[in-house]
């Protein structure tokens, strides 16, 4: 159930027509969950996921035997339904789409370990009841102007055990980047640029758990949150993710085993954790460099206040190599105790425990 009084559906896709998650697991298929409309004014994944899985089911597009896949239509209902044209300034359409806040007017991409919302809650039902490998949770861009329709939020490699994260970094991830290159679509990852001098470079995207690919990894999940950029037009948009989608599907397809196997390594791994980190750095003595394409920026009078204003001249486009910083250090270490003492009283901690299958 959601904040907004209606249920939150679930579709599963199966090309054998199964549907039990247990038996997808042990049947070793790779299980992909897809959400979308967790902020309802980036609608791109609501739009390319009915179209993936019309054309599944047309035969259009055939899904490996090996994949399964879950998807959220809309997670943040309430949201979806307080439709305007004008909370996303400058986005190149739709002409309607739905509020970032669901009906208690919360950001639901905060509320992953707080879970102040029935959404939060369902989610974390229909997680664990899938226990997918992978989480793709599709979002649009906003902020700096650049060439690039698609972006990548992939999670922190450093927060998975280390065989996982260093598989996601050195082999899955740039599997995906190469076929996306091969479908005509130059992705990079989530542009997040601390300072404006491109050549200080720019840092991965730290996602805590509060956010969805931060809340997965706990779980030893992959998670990827694409991310197309506003101001490009909303067919392509919507296009690019239907190809990322698919493109995650192949590749979960063609390294299914691997991924299982990694998984499955990692949680066991995780199990048996004796030092926790609480805090994570970037490593800035690390980086790769990676191809981006971007536009100067240049100023101009503003006919709002008479002042300069900086905007980004698409007659002036530049190609660049820039450092990617995307090792994190961890710090803050704890020690796992034994166990924990719950006072009397702290019933909502207790629930959300067993929510998330902690054993009490």
Not at 159 to 165: Q, R, T, Y
Not at 174 to 184: F, R, S, T
């Amino acid at each position: 159930m959601s904040d907004a009084g209606y249920p939150l559906h679930l579709v599963l896709v199966s090309a054998d027509g199964k549907f039990d998650a247990v038996q997808w697991h042990k049947q070793n298929k790779a299980v992909i969950l897809i959400n979308n409309g967790i902020h309802p004014g980036e609608p791109d994944g609501i739009d390319a996921s009915m179209m993936l899985v019309r054309d599944i089911i047309v035969k259009k597009v055939t899904l490996p035997q090996n994949v399964a896949l879950a998807f959220i239509p809309v997670y943040n209902i309430g949201g979806c339904l307080n439709r305007n044209s004008y909370s996303r300034a400058n986005q190149d359409g739709p002409l309607e789409y739905g509020f970032r806040g669901n009906a208690q007017n919360l950001d639901l991409n905060r509320d992953f370990t707080k879970n102040d919302s029935k959404e939060a809650k369902a989610f974390a039902q229909i997680f664990h009841m899938l226990d997918p490998d992978i989480l793709i949770d599709n979002h649009v861009s906003d902020g700096a102007d650049y060439q690039h329709t698609m972006t990548l939020l992939t999670t922190q490699y450093d927060k998975l055990s280390a065989d996982l994260g260093g598989w996601l970094k050195d082999t899955f991830e740039p599997q995906l980047y190469k076929g996306m290159a091969e479908k005509k679509w130059d992705m990079v990852p989530y542009v997040n640029f601390e300072t404006a001098d491109f050549g200080k470079g720019m840092e991965m995207f730290y996602d805590p758990p509060r956010y969805s690919s931060g809340y997965v990894a706990l779980f030893q999940t992959i998670g990827f949150v694409p991310e197309t950029h506003m101001l490009k037009p909303f067919k392509e948009r919507v296009l690019s993710t239907y190809d990322l989608m698919q493109t995650v599907i192949e590749k979960a397809a063609a390294n299914a085993p691997d991924l299982i196997k990694q998984r499955s390594k990692a949680k066991a791994e995780t199990s048996k954790g004796k030092l926790w980190p609480l805090s994570w750095a970037i490593d800035s003595t690390k980086f790769s460099n990676i191809t981006f394409k971007g536009y100067e920026q240049a100023f101009k009078t503003s006919d709002a206040t008479g002042l300069q204003r900086m905007f980004y001249d698409h007659d002036k486009p530049f190609t660049s190599q820039v450092k990617f910083f995307n090792v994190f250090k961890p710090s803050n270490f704890i020690t796992a105790p034994s166990a924990y003492i719950i006072p009397q009283g702290w019933f909502g901690v207790i629930d959300l425990l067993k929510l998330n299958n902690v054993i009490l």
